[in-house]
């Protein structure tokens, strides 16, 4: 009967016929709802929607309960047709003896209501007419309420059953809508052939199975014909679409490969190529100049066209290009010749338009990319050379010579009180017989020639230094300093020594004080008690203390002293015990002396004055002792401690029952010692035990303090309440039912029933029970004492069948043996999956793998018995893996994929990769090199490992050897080793070469394009140098830029002889002024950020004055 219960409380049963079977079609419906509306069921699946059915009845608790959870209008508010717009729900009243009025509640309604089936719902509610509720039952096969359904667009119904939002989402919003999956191809003639997937819906991750074997989302490059392909997602519902048709597939690729503009305006060195691939790879090549090759080299700028035509298919295909190049080079030049005030250097500068910058200016034994560039004297005739190397002549030039004479004075001391004797110097300046010093006094007044001078007074002094051979003089000014600054002292004191005052303070206030002056102290008869270069100082004796300041800068100083006298003072002497227990007392004493008074204070209160006191409490107490001749006084201060008795506090209970113990315990610390007498017996300890009704006395004593407290208490022993059952209970049988229990005991307690588990029965004199077992009356009695008396009801079952059975499992196949005890009439087994038998011994076989409940229910004469156990069915897990390895040397592109057969479907993947990093799925992606162990765990909890390798290959690692170039000559040489990577390497230059050697190379710049095998590519930049360029910056010890090439951000590192002004900047090849920064220091780091630079080859200058010094560098992202 429970049983029953139960099951009526899952659903509402109409036991008419079995469901239809997951996966099959759905029948159509065309129904109207409440308000008048039409609905047909495939309008919906043909517009792409999924489709969820509720078949309730109005009067269904179990349908009432999921109804109000608000799932489905909560599906329906979200993919429905005002959220998403893929999910359409629907409520079919499907029972047809109920009214229309039963939809809004029990009003009105014939076949029972719940309640308003209508409140905070917006989806429709079907209410079929009866005949048309029977035939909407009867094609979908209702045999109970709720029926839940879903149904994809291609009109695949499963029962889904009360699902949670998630599940109706996972199924409805995603698996389902897979079926509305659509497909691009291409549909001309000469194109690459083509299908690329629209995915819609699918829960987590989709699979692709195509018809061709491909298990990826798209294909591309594939025969002409049909194809279709299977859809796999996290819920393992399989979607098939198809066939597509592919037509055409003779596509071909053609594409720029390099393009170099000219050079030199005029010039024919412009270069363009093609390449073509896919096809019959078969092509010719048809250009507007009549050239027939995939290149065209060595042409002027302009616009240039070419036909590829594959031969195998006809197809043509057209690009169009143009050659650009660079204005013509044109210069002026201005030349500067060396002043008196220029250090005998001249200059020349250049204005150049046209060209491609940087400009070279080559001379005959240095060069210079800086427009501006100073000269020694003498004749040039240097050559402009743009960044194409093209050239222009400058005409001869001269720089006449020039010198001037370097003038730099200096002071040679400083006037002060220590100091009286100053020059003038002018020895770091120029010298020889061509050089005359001349001095001049803050007035210009003519003071002496030569190299030193002596002067008399401060001011500003100039020296002319004049180079007769040139007729050039400079001048140079330095300022003679003086400081005759006296400090300031003046001391005071706060007065004598005396009895009320055992120092004095002696101050400098209205003394000279700044970070100039030095204070110090002295005495030779008194005690100086601070620091003797304190501002102020305190004194502990009487004499003549003196002050002296000094001025650190001009060494003046001045001095002040004052005399301190002093008297007499008592003495005082204070004993007796400042600690004593409370409800004591101690006494203090001061010593006598005839002349003296004594004065207590205690607790801010006077109180005495005797030489003794009597102290009864914790307090402060002063005591102040006066000369009756000299009135001086001195005074002490104690504090007394009355230490409080230690607390008395028992626990543990005074009442207790009889045959128990109760334990009486005292709190204590460590620093205490406890003490109990029990009926005249002494104990000791912080706890006793006691089984019977004492008088006790206890008392703690506390070891530092030797202060006690003692208690007395009384502990009382309550006697057991008693009860009696009457023990002769009704055996249970097929004719007794129940059996009646029953006790006898004293009024002033309380009775409960327990059974063997301790559940509570009852409280009343007299139980009814209907099952055998022991049953205790448990008896308690105002004092919370209790006994307990059983009594076992017994029951006489040989007539009522034990259900039970036995089976063997051989995957989905089962062997049941029905091994009931006593005799049996009728047995009835229900497989769970629908399934049922009348057999004594059934052999059954599962559908599908999973967890079964089988039932057995044998029955008799004497009533039914079950006995239920869960089966699982399934298939050893079956693991297959494929995987692709790292391409490039420190990528993450390799992947991992996983299929799992067997076992019970629900699977979860536990991954474990290098470093301890997780992962889950059937496939990993954008992985690095390492093992990869899974754990697969199916829905039944068995397990299966595996392990995957990702290997990578070596990095590439090149070495080169650079044979470098003199000026204007093509002598250099690079030779390249390369090791690393896979397969083959590919080696090109940026200046159109290829392989791993060069040679006849000029010097300058060369970037080499490493690529292996895999595509795998690494940049590295050589450089062919020659001769030093003069017009660098003299001071810099090295001038290096890293990396380079360079990606995120370039380090520019620059260290220095000495320090200085320094201006970095980052150009273009154009001259086009990139980064700046200014720096003024002997070590320079400067990073770059290049996130804004787009890749090509760029220039770093390193500026001083008219210095500068270049790197050429090359970003590449």
């Known amino acids: 009967m429970r049983k029953i219960l139960l099951f009526f409380t899952l659903f509402c049963s109409l036991n008419l016929f079995s469901q239809i079977p997951d996966g099959q079609i759905a029948p159509d419906f065309n129904l109207e709802d409440i308000n008048g ?31 109000q959870t608000g799932i489905l209008e909560n599906i329906y508010g979200d993919f429905g047709p005002g959220g998403e717009d893929k999910v359409m729900v629907f409520m079919i009243e499907a029972d047809p003896g109920t009214t229309q009025p039963c939809i809004y509640g029990p009003s009105g309604c014939s076949g029972g209501s719940i309640g308003d089936w209508t409140a905070g719902v917006d989806y429709p509610i079907l209410n079929p007419e009866a005949g048309d509720a029977a035939t909407v039952n009867g094609d979908f096969q209702i045999n109970y309420y709720p029926t839940l359904y879903g149904v994809a667009p291609n009109g695949e119904i499963y029962e889904i059953g009360q699902a949670s939002f998630n599940e109706w989402e996972s199924w409805t919003a995603h698996s389902f809508q897979m079926h509305n999956t659509t497909f691009d191809v291409n549909e001309e003639d000469c ?22 074997g491909a298990t990826t989302q798209n294909l591309y490059n594939i025969e002409p014909g049909f194809y279709s392909v299977t859809m796999t997602d996290d819920n393992n519902y399989e979607v098939v679409k198809g066939p597509i048709e592919i037509e055409y597939n003779n596509g071909a690729d053609v594409e720029l490969v390099d393009l170099a503009n000219v050079s030199c305006a005029n010039g024919s060195d412009g270069m363009i190529e093609v390449d073509a691939s896919g096809g019959s790879e078969d092509f010719e090549y048809e250009w507007s100049t009549g050239d027939d090759t995939p290149m065209l080299i060595n042409v002027p700028a302009g616009d240039y066209e070419v036909v590829v035509t594959d031969i195998g298919t006809g197809c043509e295909y057209e690009l169009e290009f143009e050659l650009e190049e660079p204005e ?12 008196c005030e220029d250090q005998a250097l001249g200059s020349v500068e250049f204005f150049v338009e046209g060209g491609t910058w940087p400009m070279l200016y080559q001379f005959d034994d240095f060069e210079s990319f800086d427009e501006y560039v100073t000269l020694e004297p003498g004749e040039y005739e240097p050559t402009i050379i743009d960044a194409n190397g093209c050239e222009a002549y400058v005409p001869r030039f001269e720089i006449a010579e020039t010198n001037s004479p370097t003038a730099m004075s200096q002071a040679i001391g400083s006037f002060s009180c220590v100091v009286d004797t100053v020059y003038v110097d002018a020895s770091n300046s120029s010298s020889g017989p061509n050089i005359t010093y001349n001095w001049y006094d803050p007035t210009d007044v003519f003071v002496g020639s030569g190299s030193q001078v002596q002067v008399d007074s401060a001011g500003l002094y100039t020296l002319s230094v004049y180079d007769a051979t040139t007729g050039c003089e400079t001048m140079s000014s330095v300022m003679v300093t003086e400081d005759f600054s006296v400090p300031t002292a003046v001391v005071s004191s706060s007065g004598n020594i005396d009895c009320n005052n055992v120092t004095s303070m002696i101050s400098s206030q209205g003394s000279t004080a700044d970070s ?8 030779a008869d008194g005690v100086i008690e601070s620091p003797i270069n304190s501002p102020d100082i305190e004194v502990s004796a009487a004499g003549m203390y003196t002050l002296t300041i000094d001025n650190m800068y001009s060494g003046c100083s001045e001095s002040a002293s004052i005399m301190i006298e002093s008297e007499d003072l008592p003495e005082l002497e204070l004993s007796g015990d400042t600690d004593f227990c409370d409800g004591s007392s101690t006494t203090l004493t001061v010593t006598q002396n005839p002349d003296e008074t004594p004065t207590w204070v205690v607790n801010g209160v006077t109180v005495s004055n005797d030489f003794s006191i009597e102290i ?15 009135g001086c006084e001195v005074s002490d201060v104690v504090q007394t401690t009355a230490f409080e008795a230690p607390q008395v506090d028992v626990s543990g209970d005074l009442m207790f029952c009889a045959g128990n113990m109760t334990t009486i315990c005292l709190d204590n610390s460590s620093n205490h010692n406890i003490s109990w007498e029990i009926d005249g017996v002494t104990f000791s300890g912080e706890c006793v035990d006691l089984n019977t009704s004492s008088d006790i006395t206890v008392m703690i004593t506390n070891n530092t303090t030797g202060c006690q407290s003692s208690d007395s208490f009384v502990t009382q022993m309550v006697e057991l309440p008693s009860i009696d059952l009457i023990d002769n209970p009704t055996i249970l049988d097929c004719t007794n039912e129940t059996s009646t229990l029953t006790y006898s005991t004293d009024m002033s307690i309380s009775v409960e029933w327990v059974n063997e588990n301790g559940e509570v029965l009852g409280i009343n004199t007299e139980l009814v029970v209907d099952q055998p077992g022991e049953y205790t009356a448990v008896a308690t009695n105002i004092f919370g004492c209790t006994v307990m008396e059983s009594v076992t009801v017994e029951a006489n079952l040989d007539e009522l069948p034990i259900a039970d059975y036995a089976y063997m499992a051989a995957e989905y196949t089962f062997t049941f043996n029905d091994m009931t005890e006593g005799d049996v009439k009728s047995r009835l087994w229900d497989f769970g999956d629908g399934n049922t038998s009348t057999e004594a011994n059934p052999v059954h076989t599962y559908a599908n793998p999973g967890f079964y409940k ?28 494929a995987s692709t390895d790292v391409s490039c040397f420190g990528a993450n592109d390799a992947s991992i994929q996983v299929g799992v057969g067997g076992g019970v479907p629900g699977y979860e993947y536990d991954w474990q990769g290098p470093g301890g990093a997780n992962y889950t799925g059937t ?3 954008n992985l690095g090199p390492g093992a990869y162990q899974i754990m697969i765990t199916d829905a039944a909890g068995e397990t299966v490992t595996n392990e995957v390798v990702i290997t990578e290959p070596d990095a590439i690692e090149v070495n080169a050897t650079v044979v470098n170039s003199q000026a204007s000559v093509s002598e250099g040489s690079i030779n390249l080793s390369i090791v690393g990577g896979t397969g083959t390497y590919e080696v090109t230059w940026d200046n159109g070469s290829n392989g791993t050697d060069l040679t006849g190379l000029p010097q300058g710049d060369y970037l080499a ?82 996130s804004t630079i787009a890749n090509g080859i760029y220039l770093v200058e390193v500026r001083s004055q008219d210095k500068v010094n270049i790197k050429k560098v090359v970003v590449a992202k």
């Open 923 to 925: 496939n990993l992606s």
């Open 191 to 212: 194109t690459t052939s083509f299908i690329q997937t629209n995915q819609a819906g699918g829960e987590g991750t989709v699979e692709y199975e195509w018809s061709n």
């Open 1009 to 1090: 394009t490493i690529v292996d095998g895999n595509g795998c590519t690494v940049e590295e930049l050589y450089t062919v140098t020659g001769t030093t360029n003069v017009n660098e910056i003299s001071i810099i010890n090295s001038f290096n830029v890293s990396p380079n090439p360079a990606v995120d951000y370039l380090n520019v590192n620059v260290d220095l002889k000495v320090k200085a002004q320094l201006k970095i900047s980052m150009v273009s090849l154009d001259g086009k002024l990139l980064k700046s920064y200014n720096t003024n220091s002997k070590t320079v780091s400067q990073t770059i950020d290049l």
């Open 516 to 523: 100039s002056t030095v204070y110090t102290w002295t005495t």
């Open 854 to 881: 089988v039932n057995l229910a044998s029955t008799n004469d004497c009533g039914t018995t079950t006995h239920e156990e869960e089966v699982l069915a399934t298939t050893p897990i079956q693991v297959t893996t």
């Open 616 to 630: 009864m409490e914790s307090a402060e107490v002063e005591v102040y002792l006066t000369n009756d001749i000299t």
């Open 328 to 339: 013509e080079l044109e210069f002026e030049y201005e030349v500067f010749n060396p002043d």
């Open 37 to 67: 509306e039409d609905h047909q069921l495939y309008d919906y699946l043909d517009d792409g929607y999924s489709v969820i059915l509720d078949f309730s009845a109005t009067w269904c608790g179990p349908c009432w309960n999921y109804h």
